[in-house]
């Protein structure tokens, strides 16, 4: 097909899809919290699903929740390979409004544009709503994408328990309609290719101007559980020369994940985001310290450089003050990388719409890094104000929300050709 | 008097004080908590006046419930300026059995000493219980010494609260025995010289394998409470250039707070003991951190250099992370200096029992801080196995107990003239 400079979204529907969602589940913050299979998420859900109907969508759902709503192609195997987009509806706790439903109500607005200017693509273009991407009820994220990748099997996800002890197969047979049942959800060749529209939730692209982020890769993870043990004394009576003390070994040590995130370069980030400190008495040397290390890479080496560095840098920075330590890997999550087929999509679109566009790797988790496993799979990311997310001032400038569901509707026309 | 060597401990009933006390407030770790005027410091106390009647003192009470047992001197007046020596009977929450116990029965087995020598001294000798030392009830510690110096008015401990709202004099009107009411508390004249036995509470003496400190100065003290004020932001959506971390802000000054104690040297010490991070998730930016610094000193200028260090410090490990601060005076208690005569009284009777003595600040305060303020003041330290105290593991090797007793009597006898 031809690029249509028509496709025009309707500002007013995605803005009120986009409000009406952020009330389900709204904390006192403003913030709102849609745990996995919750009756939240299974109302936000709901929502969607009705507003796909009523734009004509065949709307099913797979073995461990996912939503799968088809617009039709031209071509003549209606069951055949599909191009992909959307994104999820549940949420971290009080997270902001943007971070998954954007991808989902995003998606709608794109297919209803190609449909306002009579779009015809020859491959089906489906949205799916993936379920539990957050990790913020079962003990692991991205579960419905994983299933659909094939990369978790359908009866270890079936078997997952939240903190309640509640079985993710019995959470599930409560979670409200669901549509139509497919199949299966492992079907590496039923999706041509895949794109999901989300916000950035970073400041690269605030801080560079650009409206339209083109993401490259998904980076991969290590995150470790790590304990400084020295110890407690008396904060008056002890030198300093007689001092064990687990905070300035951790603290040089937070110091040298810094460090570590510099050296490597390439997109790599470091980041210590929990620590507590034992006994935290204000006149007692902390005798020990527990800490979490978030590292990320776009690429495997860069992630074991980091974690190399990382891990070196315990020693070096516990040794000197005789405090010990322990270290235990959490996850490790290899990087995901993009395909240039959907990248080159999207670039396009984003020329068509007169919009400058920048590739970049997405350092946060997304749906899309188990796609890529299965089809040729980028995201669409708009600009974050002040890089905010996972909080209820998450926001983006209604114009950038406009222009990304624009290009996501120029890219979807090209892919599904 | 002439000293005499066979002033000898009764090892047996000095370790069984300390054992009955031990069990007053016992807590399942093993540690005990007798807060300032309640039940389980009234039986502590009551165990204790009940010995002291039975060795024959004049147990007497002053207007804020510290308790002064007397044994008669041979001069004329025998309301005369007396020796004083005692320590407390409160503790920390979860404390050890020697800090401030070892004090008081120490004292008792010092006098009971002299009795079965037949030594006599000229000056009366005091043993003081002194109320409140360690600050875990009401809103300050060393309560008792600071209203027996005339360092706070009566009045003003009589209106302190508790966290529960009880005031110190209705809290004190249900303490239970406090024998003889003396007139007033603020009476300057009316001491001579004390002397208190501790422990150590740190490693000095361990280290150097001296079985005697004897203390030239009680540190003064800063605390500060201090926040960075930084941007919580996703660990991985974010590029470490454009990171605000609240977090390493506070590690960088953890660690120019450890290097201003080594630039100031002289004894000072500073210690980061309370440090809380905001938001806490694994995957967040550190937001917000929290911490309270505790600066000593055992001299007024070396106190203030540490102080302006530390402030100095501030800007610059939060400036070149663009992250803010805020910090708050909690307290400044100036250092005590501790007098020549009972400090020389101390050495000589090291000498008379044989003992290595060493010369040494206290890094933790001690109600001596307050009597120095009366009259001419020092403290006996004995060794901290591991330097530990403040906790359930605080212990000394009987063997020094012992020691410390002896050199106390002497030296109560060498005062007492």
Redesign the interface.
């Known amino acids: 097909m031809r690029l249509s400079p028509s496709l025009s979204i309707d500002r007013a529907q995605l803005l009120a899809d986009l409000d009406r969602l952020s009330l389900i589940g709204r904390a006192p913050d403003g913030g709102m919290t849609r745990r996995a299979l919750s009756r939240e998420d299974a109302e936000a859900r709901s929502y969607v699903m009705e507003r796909m109907r009523a734009a004509g969508l065949d709307v099913r759902h797979d073995e461990v929740g996912n939503v799968r709503a088809r617009r039709r192609g031209r071509c003549k195997a209606p069951d055949g390979p599909c191009v992909m987009t959307g994104s999820h509806l549940d949420s971290v706790p009080s997270g902001g409004k943007l971070d998954g439903p954007l991808g989902v109500v995003g998606a709608l607005a794109a297919i209803e544009a190609l449909d306002r200017a009579g779009v015809h693509t020859d491959k089906p273009i489906e949205i799916a709503i993936f379920v539990g991407e957050e990790g913020s009820r079962f003990p692991r994220g991205t579960i419905g994408s994983a299933a659909m990748s094939g990369h978790v099997a359908v009866e270890a996800i079936l078997a997952l328990q939240d903190p309640d002890g509640i079985v993710y197969r019995d959470a599930l047979a409560t979670y409200g309609d669901r549509g139509v049942p497919l199949p299966g959800c492992a079907e590496k060749g039923s999706i041509d290719s895949f794109v999901e529209l989300h916000v ?5 692209l605030e ?1 560079s101007g650009v409206p339209i982020g083109v993401v490259t890769a998904i ?1 991969g ?1 290590v ?1 470790r559980r790590v304990a400084f043990l020295g ?10 020369n ?1 001092r064990h ?1 687990a ?2 070994a ?3 040590w ?2 040298s994940v ?1 460090r570590a ?2 050296v490597v370069g390439g ?1 790599a ?9 034992s006994p ?7 005798g020990r310290v527990d800490a ?1 290390c ?1 590292l ?1 890479a776009p690429q495997p080496l860069l992630l074991s450089a980091i974690d190399e560095l990382v891990l070196a840098a315990l020693r070096a920075s516990a040794a000197p003050r005789g405090v010990e330590f322990e270290q235990v890997l959490l996850q490790r999550v290899e990087p995901g990388p993009m395909d240039e087929r959907p990248m080159r999509a999207v670039e396009a679109a984003a020329a068509a719409c007169g919009l400058l566009a920048q590739r970049m790797p ?4 997304h749906d899309a890094l188990h796609l890529a496993e299965a089809c040729p799979s980028t995201m669409i990311f708009v600009p ?1 104000i ?6 209820p001032t998450e926001a983006t400038d209604p114009q950038h929300l406009m222009q990304g569901c624009e290009v996501l509707a120029h890219t979807l026309a090209i892919l599904a050709g």
Chains 1, 2 share one sequence.
């Open positions: 950035e939730q970073g400041g690269v801080a980076a993870l995150q110890d407690a004394n008396h904060a008056g009576a002890t030198p300093m007689l003390d905070l300035l951790a603290a040089d937070c110091l810094e995130a510099q997109g980030v470091g980041t210590v985001g929990k620590l507590e400190v935290g008495g204000k006149n007692i040397i902390p979490i978030d990320r997405s350092g946060a988790i974050s002040g890089g905010k997310s996972h909080c």
